[in-house]
């Protein structure tokens, strides 16, 4: 079958999310990217503020998603990080920081709830599963952290039917126009 489910490259899924939220939130965040606790372990610098925090923490089976292509069907569930400094303040409110922080965690989740695809991907829509608050994250205590909690459905592995031949053409044409003595009637069918 031409038109065979590929397997999700795991590390184009990670640079297509970065890439699609960061083209979509560049006025809210000044860091977005995946992994930060592994990479850096210093504190966020108040110029990274307001940041995006990503990550994969887990995979989870996806039965109901097994197509007979021998690929393992997983959701991949992400986890991002709205984190704001919780000391910002807006002349003397002192809740400014609060109500930034959540109206960034449910603009980002409206944006992924609307926009179920990551389609570079191809990947099936993704679920909004969660925003909550994330006061237990380890190093970011001085911090004011919400979390938005989505999953992607995916497949691993190459389909064993993947093949290098052709989706064929459909053509249609109206009778009585139809026959190879009227092919130049026929007209294409668009996908």
């Known amino acids: 079958m031409a038109d065979a489910i590929e397997g ?12 699609k939220l960061s083209d979509q939130f560049k006025n ?4 977005i990217e995946f992994y930060r606790s592994e990479n850096e372990r210093s504190p966020l610098k108040k110029e990274e ?15 109901e998603g097994d197509a007979g292509t021998e690929q393992l069907p997983m959701f991949a569930r992400i986890e991002a990080r709205v984190v704001i400094d919780a000391m910002e303040k807006e002349q003397d409110n002192p809740t400014f920081a609060k109500l930034k922080v959540r109206t960034l965690a449910l603009k980002l989740a409206q944006y992924l709830f609307k926009n179920k695809h990551f389609h570079e991907l191809k ?4 679920t909004l599963l969660d925003v909550t608050e994330d006061a237990f994250y380890p190093g970011l205590d001085r911090y004011d952290v919400w979390r938005v909690d989505f999953s992607i459905p995916i497949h ?20 009585p126009e139809i026959g190879s003595a009227h092919s ?3 007209q ?3 996908p």
Not at 28 to 31: G, Q, R, S, T
Not at 49 to 63: C, H, K, Q, R, S
Not at 123 to 126: A, V
């Open 8 to 19: 999700t490259d795991i590390v184009a899924m990670h640079d297509n999310i970065v890439k």
């Open 123 to 126: 990947t099936g829509p993704l």
């Open 184 to 186: 130049s009637a026929y």
């Open 28 to 31: 809210d965040f000044k860091l």
């Open 156 to 175: 691993i592995g190459e389909s064993i039917w993947k093949s290098e031949g052709v989706t064929p053409t459909a053509w249609f044409s109206w009778s």
């Open 49 to 63: 503020l307001p940041a995006l925090l990503l990550e994969v923490p887990d995979f989870e089976l996806n039965l």
């Open 188 to 190: 294409e069918i668009l």
